[in-house]
C-alpha cells in the first residue's frame, strides 16, 4: 500500500512570494489533515478535510493560507504572501473513515527568506 | 479544549535500558484516544503506539508500553531495551472519538539514546 505523497520535499522563497505544497493522501482515506511543524514545536493543525469538505479550519491563517482538496482526493495548501515566519515543516497526514490512526506523509521544508 | 503537555523538552538514555516518557493531557470528553508518534530526522511520523481511553488496560507494542492513569490524566510511554535506532522525537497525541477525529499534538521530547 502506497504511503501518503508530499511534495516538493524543499522549497526556499523569499517572503511575500507564494508557494503551493501539494499531499495525494492514502487511497480510499476519507480524512485529510495539513499541520504547520514550526522548529522545535509540536505539528499544529491548520486543516482537515473530511472528503471534500471541511471539518476545522480554525487555525488557518486566512488572509494568506487556503487549501483544497479536488474531488476528495488530491489537496494542495497555498501560501500567498509568505512571511519568514512560514518557515515550517508542512505535514499532511489521511487517515481512513474506519480506524484512528492517521499516517503522515514526510513533509515539505519550507524556508523564507 | 484540548491540551497534550510534554513537560520533557530532552531526554537521554543508554543503550539496552529502559526510559520514560511523559505526558499529561487535559479534556471533558469521555470518549477519545491517545498516541504516541516517533519523528526520526526523516521528519515522517510513525506511530508507536495506541490507546483507547475506554480501555482500562494499558497498551503494548513490543518494547512500547503506557501508563494510562485515566484519573490523573496521564499517558506515560516506557522504552524497554533502548536501542540506537530509537533516537527520534516522541509526540504525544489526542484525538475525540467520532468522524471529526482532530488530532493534537504535544511539544514533543528529544530522546537521545547513548551507545
Known amino acids: 500500500e502506497a504511503g501518503v505523497a508530499q511534495s516538493p520535499r524543499y522549497k526556499i522563497i523569499e517572503k511575500r512570494q507564494s508557494v503551493a505544497f501539494w499531499c495525494n493522501p492514502i487511497?480510499?482515506?476519507?480524512?485529510l489533515y495539513w499541520y504547520q511543524q514550526i522548529l522545535g514545536q509540536g505539528p499544529k493543525l491548520l486543516i482537515q478535510?473530511?472528503?471534500?469538505?471541511?471539518?476545522?479550519d480554525s487555525q488557518l491563517p486566512k488572509d494568506r493560507f487556503s487549501a483544497e482538496r479536488l474531488k476528495g482526493v488530491d489537496s494542495t495548501l497555498k501560501i500567498q504572501p509568505a512571511k519568514l515566519e512560514d518557515s515550517a515543516v508542512y505535514l499532511c497526514?489521511?487517515?481512513?473513515?474506519?480506524?484512528?490512526?492517521?499516517?503522515f506523509g514526510q513533509g515539505t521544508r519550507l524556508t523564507v527568506v | 479544549a484540548q491540551t497534550v503537555t510534554q513537560s520533557q523538552p530532552e531526554m537521554s538514555v543508554q543503550e539496552a535500558e529502559t526510559v520514560t516518557l511523559s505526558c499529561t493531557y487535559d479534556?471533558?470528553?469521555?470518549?477519545?484516544?491517545l498516541f504516541w508518534y516517533k519523528q526520526p530526522p526523516s521528519r515522517q511520523m510513525i506511530l508507536v503506539i495506541r490507546?483507547?481511553?475506554?480501555?482500562?488496560q494499558n497498551a503494548t507494542e513490543n518494547r512500547f508500553s503506557v501508563n494510562f492513569q485515566k484519573a490523573a490524566k496521564s499517558f506515560s510511554l516506557k522504552i524497554s531495551d533502548s536501542q540506537l535506532g530509537d533516537t527520534a522525537m516522541y509526540f504525544c497525541?489526542?484525538?475525540?472519538?467520532?468522524?471529526?477525529?482532530?488530532?493534537?499534538f504535544g511539544t514533543g521530547t528529544l530522546l537521545a539514546v547513548q551507545p
Open positions: 479534556t471533558s470528553e469521555s470518549n477519545y484516544y
Open positions: 497526514a489521511s487517515r481512513p473513515t474506519v480506524g484512528t490512526e492517521a499516517f
Open positions: 497525541a489526542f484525538a475525540l472519538g467520532g468522524a471529526t477525529n482532530k488530532l493534537i
Open positions: 478535510f473530511q472528503n471534500n469538505g471541511v471539518v476545522d
Open positions: 487511497s480510499g482515506h476519507a480524512t
Open positions: 490507546q483507547e481511553a475506554y480501555k482500562q
